[in-house]
């Protein structure tokens, strides 16, 4: 006989752990902003701001510009705070979080 699944309570830590993934999205994506500067600006600016680089993003190159700016960004954010160098936490964080937090940060300095 088969062990029978209770697949409501299955489903219920799945709904659970999603909702915890979301907040830590959203609270890391606050963190990179602050982290930026990028909260000096009102919501309005900063969100036109992220629809001109989603649509900046389909040019060839710029990703990976914009890529490498934020993992030197965060390389320089890691020697300031002794080691810190990802919002999160992670060592993985500059190659995968680091996309458009450099491009904004490159744009706004030159």
């Known amino acids: 006989m088969r062990k029978v699944r209770d697949y409501d309570a299955e489903l219920k830590t799945l709904g659970d ?16 902003v602050a982290a ?13 701001g992220l629809l001109h680089i989603i649509a900046e993003a389909q040019i060839a ?3 990976e ?13 890691g020697k300031k705070s002794g080691g810190a160098a990802a919002i999160d936490g992670s ?3 500059p190659e995968s979080g680091g996309d458009a937090a450099g491009g904004i ?3 706004a300095n030159g």
């Open 17 to 32: 752990k999603a909702r915890q993934l979301k907040a830590k999205r959203v609270e890391q994506l606050g963190q990179l």
């Open 36 to 48: 930026t500067g990028a909260d000096v600006l009102d919501a309005e600016t900063l969100a036109g």
């Open 61 to 63: 190159g710029n990703r």
């Open 65 to 77: 510009a914009w890529r490498s700016d934020g993992a030197a960004f965060f390389r320089r954010r």
């Open 91 to 93: 060592s993985a964080a």
């Open 105 to 107: 940060n490159a744009a």
